[in-house]
């Protein structure tokens, strides 16, 4: 049973939202990922750091295991999925936009079969999808920083 199972066609929109939507659950494990790999090294009952005491010639330091280890971690560059689909039905709509003086929006849903597709069909197509993680905003950047030298 594959993913396509259920129905015959199925709305290119609705598929790139699944896709969007599962790409950002997969962002938001890494990430929380990383949260907890960090809190390891604090003390949950005060927030104070973990911290081993260590002797350097004659003297004695106390430093946060923290800083003793690396905290490399995995993130996502850009995610491509590949998938064929033959287009089973074009439907057009049409609808009022106040933002250009009622004038009025066409789009259109395309509509995609993906049952009993065979790579040698000719009237099959090759669909690429390309998800990349932007840059931070610069004003979100500088929030951080800000927040950064609180610490």
């Known amino acids: 049973m594959g993913l396509f199972d259920k129905k015959k066609k199925y709305a290119l929109s609705d598929i790139l939202k699944g896709l969007y939507n599962a790409v950002g659950s997969a962002q938001e494990m890494l ?8 809190t ?21 330091m106390n430093v946060p295991l923290i800083s003793l280890v ?30 250009d003086g009622n004038n009025v929006l066409n789009h259109s849903d ?15 197509m090759d669909i690429t999808i390309r998800f990349k993680l932007k840059d931070t ?9 800000e927040y950064n030298k609180l610490i």
Request: proline share 2%; net charge negative.
């Open 31 to 38: 990430q929380a990922k990383q949260v907890q790999n960090l």
């Open 70 to 99: 690396s905290h490399s971690h995995l993130e996502m560059e850009d995610v491509e999925i590949k998938f064929k689909a033959r287009i089973g039905d074009v439907a057009s709509h049409s609808m009022h936009t106040r933002l």
């Open 40 to 60: 390891r090294f604090w003390q949950t009952d005060d927030g104070k750091p973990l911290s081993q005491m260590l002797r350097v010639g004659n003297r004695e």
């Open 137 to 145: 905003p610069e004003g979100v950047a500088r929030l951080s920083d």
């Open 110 to 124: 395309l509509h995609l079969e993906m049952e009993g597709i065979k790579a040698t069909d000719n009237d099959v």
